[in-house]
């Protein structure tokens, strides 16, 4: 007979399989999720929460709880003398029955939400704690003593999967930093541009979001929408920022920053996806546009999307020759231009989200609500 308990096996086989899925995650809040919600298959707590510490103040922040949203802060739920003993011990801390243990007698929090036991792990970086996992449970039921070693093997696979989330985490941050830095160096050179760069960002994004279809092209839209005139360094100041008309020569080198741009960008293999929108946000929907008269699909669908945006950002900005257009103008000048200029069904997208683009565009309201998007965006 199998006198093995079966927690084991289960134990074992959902170990391996968390630790295979956790490796292939680089998103650092569905991966905090999925092992939340691994070790409460096994576990079976009331309650459960990953706890990372914030590298800035050393202060250790809930970041995902089960019950979803039950809680706010640590000591709503976690005693901090679980947490702080399991951490200096670097071991697991399990308590089954609270009310007999001495360590636990201070631990107001914990008695007074009814628990009665408790696991904590501490998730062990490679250059100290980077969190812990704490879990409990409430009423009469105590967590099997054999979850001890689980917990802990557990946590290893936890820690090592979350550390290099993190990694990707901090590196997508800085990366998307650095596009905002290029893309204020790129509007900087003209007053009448500042912003926008993001704008366009922002605006693309709403449009891409609300057509449904490009959900998984956010990042290549960011990326696209930050650095599409990034190509106007490879302009002269005498003609990028002459405030009378533009002769054809003129007229030739302000067009050339679609091709520089893309030029710029081709050795990036990270921006390899936002090329055709860099290149081809100036082509029209008619074929007379540049830099390579496109027309119609074969204009890629990035492209004819930030032309909309590309468009009522210039519209409704005010350029040395002429004020701002409002809102509702720059919206009706872009209809007449459907089947023209633009993509009629990107401007049938622009139609559903009209008010939303305006809100992003006042001042000094928008800028909340731009950065808010951009954050949660992609
Ligand atoms: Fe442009």
Redesign the pocket.
Known sequence: MDSTPKIDRIALEALLATSREMMAFDDLPALLDRVLDRLSSIVKPDRAAILLVDPQTGAMIPRAVRPAGAYSSVSEFASSTVVREALTARDVFIVHDIRMDPRLQQAQSVLAAGVRSVICVPLLGRTGPIGALYADKLGVEQFAPELAEYAAAFAGHAAAALETAQLYDDRHRHFRATLEAFAKAIDARDHYTAGHSERVTAYSLVLARHSGKYSSDFETIRRAGML??IG?VGVPDSVLLKAGSLDAVERAQIEA??TIGHMMLEPLPFLGTSLAAVRG??ERWDGDGYPDRLGGTDIHPHARLMAVA?SYDAMTSARPYRAALPAEEAARRLRADSGKQFDPEMIELFDGVQQELAALHEQPEGAELRAELLRSVG
């Open positions: 599409h005139d106007k920053h679609v946000h100036h590309d």
